[in-house]
């Protein structure tokens, strides 16, 4: 119990654990924030799902279908991509912390050389959790993509079957799910290089988090993409 307290107490300040609070806080309000906007101001994760209900509507009647596999081939290409380079981070975040001389190299390089190496060690431990977080929603995001190219093969080809649409609506559903999925691996990553700034110090951190919150909400809600897919056809 001394020893747990001591540790906290030892290595870290109350700036350093207030902005790994902020840290954190802010990684989990951007997300919930990000899914449940307000109704007159939707975001855009949330505008997509009705382009993706749309697609699988469009899918029906379309032939051939091949375009629609395609696109869930690219998607799901996306997700494997984002989910090998999580693996990478994750392993070179492991070799520093497992060869104390590059941590020192480090601690030189940021003229810090009197910070214990413990401390080190957990600063990119933090980072680590956002890149792990990331890479068990990108896997999962890359699965229910599988899932919903299973269900969209279980089509009928015909367009007046009464089990071709709500079964399209269905893979639609999936579809979003996958979506939410890796939108939230892409917000970890984010955070993952937001808490590489807590290495220069818990004012970095604040900073750093600072960005990546202006960062996402911008993306979300004030970006040009946004007011694109927004615009009403005449």
Request: net charge positive.
């Amino acid at each position: 119990m001394e020893s747990s307290s001591a540790l906290i107490s030892g290595p870290f300040t109350a700036a350093d654990l207030a902005a790994v609070a902020w840290l954190f806080v802010t990684w989990y309000a951007v997300g919930w924030f990000t899914e449940h906007p307000p109704k007159h101001y939707p975001s855009v994760s949330v505008l997509m799902k009705e382009y993706r209900r749309e697609w699988m509507r469009q899918f029906v009647t379309r032939e051939p279908r091949i375009f629609d596999g395609n696109i869930l081939a690219s998607l799901r290409e996306g997700t494997a991509f984002f989910a090998s380079a999580c693996l990478i981070g994750i392993g070179g975040g492991l070799a520093l912390i497992g060869n104390t001389e590059q941590l020192a190299g480090v601690a030189r390089q940021f003229d810090m050389e009197h910070v214990p190496a413990l401390k080190w060690e957990i600063k990119i431990v933090v980072a680590l959790f956002f890149v792990a977080n990331a890479l068990l929603r990108f896997i999962w995001s890359h699965r229910l993509f599988g899932y919903c190219a299973i269900m969209m093969a279980a089509v009928p080809n015909k367009p007046d079957d009464p089990h071709a649409l709500p079964r399209a609506l269905q893979a639609a559903e999936i579809n979003i799910t996958a979506a939410k999925s890796f939108n939230s691996g892409l917000r970890c990553v984010y955070f993952s290089l937001g808490a590489l700034g807590w290495l220069a110090g818990p004012l970095w951190l604040f900073i750093a988090t600072m960005a990546v919150l202006a960062i996402s909400i911008r993306r979300e809600f004030a970006s040009g993409s946004r007011r694109v897919i927004l615009e009403r056809l005449p």
